[in-house]
């Protein structure tokens, strides 16, 4: 398999999904903002790493646009977010940023993050300071979801991966 990663990563959590699977496949992991760089016709598996922001996949319309020409190859998206795998709002969000014909036989994977408010910028954090106000009124203080956005925390599992790594190996 001659594979590439392209990824975005705000705070690194979808930066070291990528370095991972990147190691477990023995292909490139590039960061999103080298991508102009990247012939991704030259790969035969091409993945796409971004991270959940607002509901959308970060870089992703970028992505979309490379499609047309990678019709030929195989290709997966992989996205990142704070919510935990089994979280019905995740299918939900996967479903409303991949729909329509160009997505369709594109296979689609979750893998869950975390929040690192250290390594956000001024407004994710401001706008993550009027989410929780609004989970803290709508669910109260004692909320699963108002105590999991109230501080930084680490969800990743290497293990997660296994379905991605399979795919891209044709297993």
Not at 145 to 153: E, I, K, L, M, Q
Request: aromatic share 12%; hydrophobic share 40%.
């Amino acid at each position: 398999m001659k594979g590439i990663i392209i990824y975005r990563s705000e705070t690194g959590f979808t930066r070291q999904y990528a370095l991972w699977l990147a190691e477990e496949l023995g292909c490139r992991a590039v960061d999103w903002k080298d991508r102009k760089k990247v012939e991704l016709e030259r790969y035969d598996t091409i993945i796409y790493g971004g991270w959940f922001h607002a509901g959308g996949i970060r870089g992703l319309k970028w992505f979309q646009r490379q499609l047309p020409a990678l019709k030929d190859k195989r290709v997966a998206v992989f996205a990142v977010g704070a919510s935990p795998a089994d979280d019905p709002g995740v299918e939900e969000a996967l479903a409303a940023n991949l729909s329509g014909p160009q997505w369709e036989g594109v296979p689609r994977f979750y893998l869950r993050g975390g929040l690192c408010y250290e390594k956000m910028g001024l407004t994710d954090r401001f706008l993550m300071v009027l989410f929780r106000r609004m989970v803290k009124k709508k669910e109260g203080a004692d909320s699963e979801t108002y105590r999991g956005v109230s501080h930084s925390f680490n969800g990743m599992d290497r293990k997660s991966l296994l379905p991605l790594s399979a795919w891209a190996k044709n297993e």
